[in-house]
């Protein structure tokens, strides 16, 4: 039976009712990090706790990758079938910029300072039928 | 002990079917110690570096075998001015008295694609399509345009005036102008960048030989001297290439570290310096990377471009040889193509891209991931 798998483990709560993205947090300093790393990379301190980021934020800055990447992207895409994408990172508050694909591509509908939410979706199907889940930004209408 | 360049060599840059990468670079470092009236046998130690195309140390196997301390350098788009840095400091240790730096490479057509694991980040990062140097510096532009009001025509003078200088530059990849117009309107790549907008991979070598400046006029007689060597990489909170998140406070990049760091080491400032080789991956990295080196505040370049200050008879030439976007970029020749410019420059030996006025102190500039900076300051 195929099944929802994550891109990567641990890069955000899955499965889950309302899924999040997951930062490490450091004790000594106060900085997030995304993804979860075993150390602070603003302090150098290595007792860090795990948290759940927030799902909205506000777009810092973006572009539309308009060519398709080679490997290692990995999309099921061929260079037929590839479509732009949106890329941006979204301010998170109290948290981290984090960088991702965002669900719209037309540059006429993308600005900074736009409000967004974090939003978990299929990636890729594998041949086996198991679908790769991805995290994405979406414009909040 | 100061630092003197004593000869220069350079393969010409873009595609190059019937050389090797590493063949590139024995053209450019034959040339280099023609250049200085040496024998390679002469030279006591050699750094060098290559990001696609080999060990900078197999050129022994070009230049012949002298048993000499050979040290490979691989920093990315800092690798010239990673091994430059590293032979000022041999020569100004006193280790050595002569030594040779050497940059090549030879790269795929199209854009790079980088491995996150090289980088220390998940594959999942490479899979989602971020991990696109070309997405970073577009990201960055459209942040800086937003935050200081420069615009689309703008970025597109930047590449029209890479190419006016490329077309007077022999060793140029793009010796053909191209109007703004056309750079503005070509095909969108990552927006608010346009193909025209971007540098390529491509092919080239350069090579410099090196030795203490009390010596130099014993070889050469129009030295110039290595005022500074800097290289920097990021502190936590600048706003860098290959990144899953960043600060919500941002500080200053590599690029304003490594620039203060050089300008206090030659003692000079951003307002002496005559002409400027500014890492222009992109457009928009040339009119960042203006700011960032010091040479005018954060949105002044909008005024300094659209009225041809940056050309070569303006009041700071930048990239004056066309810079990455007329010569494309071959990673490990990069950062000394633009010091091989400035020697040029400084010798009053630049032919049809000479800029006026008998220039005294040059600059040079590159950045790279995952952010580091290297600048050179130099002085005839």
Redesign the interface.
């Known amino acids: 039976m195929s099944q929802q798998l994550p891109i990567a483990e641990g890069l955000f709560t899955w499965p889950a009712k309302q899924p999040a993205l997951l930062a490490s947090r450091c004790n000594s300093c106060g900085i997030a990090s995304f993804p979860v790393a075993e150390s602070c990379m603003a302090c150098s301190g290595q007792d860090v706790s795990v948290e759940a980021l927030p799902t909205r934020g506000i777009l810092w800055t973006w572009t539309v990758q308009q060519f398709m990447p080679k490997a290692p992207y990995h999309s099921g895409e061929t260079a037929e079938t590839f479509r732009p994408y949106g890329v941006g990172y979204l301010e998170l508050p109290g948290g981290v910029r984090v960088e991702g694909r965002l669900t719209e591509s037309d540059p006429q509908k993308l600005r900074i300072g736009m409000e967004m939410e974090v939003v978990f979706d299929t990636w890729r199907t594998e041949p086996n039928g198991d679908e790769i889940i991805g995290f994405f930004f979406k414009p909040v209408a | 002990m100061d630092v003197a360049i004593i000869g220069i060599g350079i393969h010409p840059f873009g595609r190059t079917p019937a050389r090797t990468g590493l063949q590139q670079g024995a053209v450019a470092a034959r040339l280099a110690l023609k250049d200085a009236g040496v024998e390679w046998r002469d030279i006591e130690f050699a750094f060098g570096g290559s990001a696609s195309a080999g060990n900078a140390d197999a050129l022994g196997n070009e230049l012949g075998l002298t048993g000499i301390p050979f040290i490979n350098v691989a920093n990315g788009c800092a690798t010239g001015g990673s091994s430059l840095m590293s032979a000022y400091n041999a020569i100004k240790s006193g280790a050595h008295d002569i030594g040779l730096v050497a940059g090549f490479d030879k790269h795929d057509r199209?854009?790079f694609?980088a491995?996150?694991a090289a980088w220390g980040l998940?594959?999942?990062y490479?899979?989602?399509?971020?991990?696109?140097t070309?997405?970073f510096f577009?990201?960055?532009i459209?942040?800086y345009m937003?935050d200081y009001g420069i615009s689309e025509s703008t970025l597109a003078k930047v590449a029209e005036k890479a190419f006016i200088n490329g077309a007077l530059n022999p060793n140029a990849w793009r010796r053909q102008p191209v109007a703004a117009e056309e750079i503005a309107n070509s095909?969108?790549?990552?927006?608010?960048?346009t193909k025209y907008m971007f540098c390529s991979p491509s092919e080239g070598g350069v090579a410099l030989v090196l030795c203490r400046a009390d010596k130099a006029k014993a070889y050469c007689a129009k030295p110039v001297y290595l005022k500074s060597a800097v290289l920097k990489s990021r502190r936590?909170?600048s706003f860098e290439v290959f990144?899953?998140?960043?600060?919500?406070q941002q500080v200053d990049g590599p690029t304003v570290d490594a620039s203060r760091a050089a300008f206090e080491m030659a003692g000079v400032g951003p307002g002496d310096i005559d002409v400027a080789q500014l890492q222009d991956t992109e457009s928009g990295a040339e009119i960042m990377h203006m700011a960032e080196n010091g040479f005018c505040e954060h949105g002044e370049q909008e005024q300094l471009i659209q009225s041809g200050a940056t050309h070569i008879g303006g009041s700071l030439p930048i990239n004056t040889d066309g810079g990455c976007l007329a010569n494309g970029e071959p990673i490990g020749a990069s950062g000394l193509r633009q010091v091989y410019e400035n020697v040029l420059q400084l010798r009053g030996d630049a032919g049809d891209h000479q800029v006026p006025g008998n220039p005294r102190l040059g600059y040079t500039h590159v950045y790279g991931a995952p952010g580091i900076s290297a600048v050179t300051i130099l002085q005839r």
Not at chain 2, 187 to 193: A, I, Q, R
Not at chain 2, 243 to 248: D, F, G, I, K, N
């Open positions: 199209g854009a694609n491995d996150p998940g594959q999942w490479g899979e989602l399509g971020l991990m696109m070309t997405q577009a990201m960055k459209q942040r937003h095909t969108m790549v990552s927006n608010p960048l936590y909170g990144a899953p998140s960043q600060a919500l």
